[in-house]
């Protein structure tokens, strides 16, 4: 049979009556590129990995957001799978017609003898479109995740759904209040300007504190897990300042895992939920003297939004960025 390319690709979602957008560009290896080319919506777009274990018995074709780092033992762990490696450029091209650089979850369309395993991360699920090539890299298609998966299964091939997120990720109740204290205790130079140290008391306050006019529904005040060790916490409230803003109360990580990039990786995965979920913007305030964190928050692309804001023990910068 011969592999579908970009036209055929694109014929058959025009039958299968997918709803898209395709954008036409020059060929494109990086998400460098891609931003160079001028793709829209680079924000909804998906990184793919061509995988087989070490028998060389199973292979996946794994989706994930582009920003979203994950190793290749850990996808081994959420799949079960033996030691994971990336495929051969030889396998690229016999199981899925495809080259380097145009890997795409539509190239198992081209995986007659049904060999591979479409493995999709629900993050990709939860944004409701992605931008992949349609089996070629010199067009990109937007169109429905669901629709995506849908068109795979109903040719015969198999599709998993999976979590790929490195942390378990859930909401921190009274219960988690020591394991809380003692991740921030692990930060005095955050708490030294600050002008107050943690407590049981205050933090169970923290759990519960909003801003003027806002519900308790409003706030989450989330804790990231790895091995069951809290290693992250994130407290955002939704639909403040406005409808369709986000406000970070507080961002911290353990310092045992201070420079292992958890504290960005956290923060591009809420990033994307919130962009799911409609906000189009998130605006937070780092305390005056912060140095690491405006450095920090300054890489992630916020910016200084307005004046700053003088309290009893610290005067607070804002800063925003769109989603």
């Not at 990786?265 to 809420?270: A, I």
Request: proline share 5%; glycine share 8%.
């Amino acid at each position: 049979m011969h592999a579908l390319g970009k036209v055929e690709t694109i014929a058959l979602l025009d039958q299968a009556g997918i709803a898209y957008e395709l954008y036409e560009h020059e060929a494109v290896f990086t998400v460098e590129q891609a931003h160079a080319a001028g793709i829209p919506h680079l924000e909804l777009g998906a990184k793919n990995l061509f995988l087989r274990d070490d028998k060389h018995r199973a292979y996946y074709l794994v989706s994930l957001p582009d920003e979203k780092d994950v190793s290749l033992r850990e996808i081994q762990e959420c799949l079960g799978s033996r030691r994971l490696s990336f495929a051969s450029e030889k396998d690229l091209g016999e199981m899925l017609g495809l080259v380097p650089g145009s890997v795409t979850p539509l190239g198992a369309l081209n995986d007659t003898e049904g060999r591979v395993e479409v493995v999709v991360d629900r993050e990709l699920v939860d944004a409701g479109r992605v931008t992949v090539h349609p089996c070629d890299n010199t067009a990109t298609v937007l169109l429905a995740t669901t629709d995506l998966i849908a068109l795979l299964r109903e040719r015969g091939r198999t599709v998993r759904v999976v979590d790929l997120s490195p942390f378990a990720r859930r909401r921190l109740t009274d219960e988690d209040l020591p394991a809380l204290l003692a991740l921030c205790e692990s930060n005095p130079a955050y708490y030294e300007l600050y002008g107050e140290r943690p407590t049981l008391e205050n933090l169970a306050q923290a759990l519960r504190e909003l801003p003027p006019g806002c519900r308790a529904d409003q706030k989450v005040f989330l804790g990231f897990f790895a091995q069951g060790k809290l290693v992250a916490v994130m407290d955002i409230v939704r639909s403040y300042p406005d409808e369709r803003a986000a406000y970070v109360g507080l961002l911290m990580v353990d310092g045992a895992w201070h420079g292992c990039g958890i504290g960005s990786q956290v923060v591009r995965d809420e990033l994307r939920r919130l962009r799911a979920k409609g906000f189009s913007r998130v605006r937070l305030a780092y305390i005056q003297g912060n140095e690491p964190a405006r450095t920090f928050w300054a890489k992630l692309c916020f910016e200084p939004a307005g004046a700053p804001v003088s309290t009893p023990r610290y005067v607070a910068i804002p800063m925003e960025r769109e989603l």
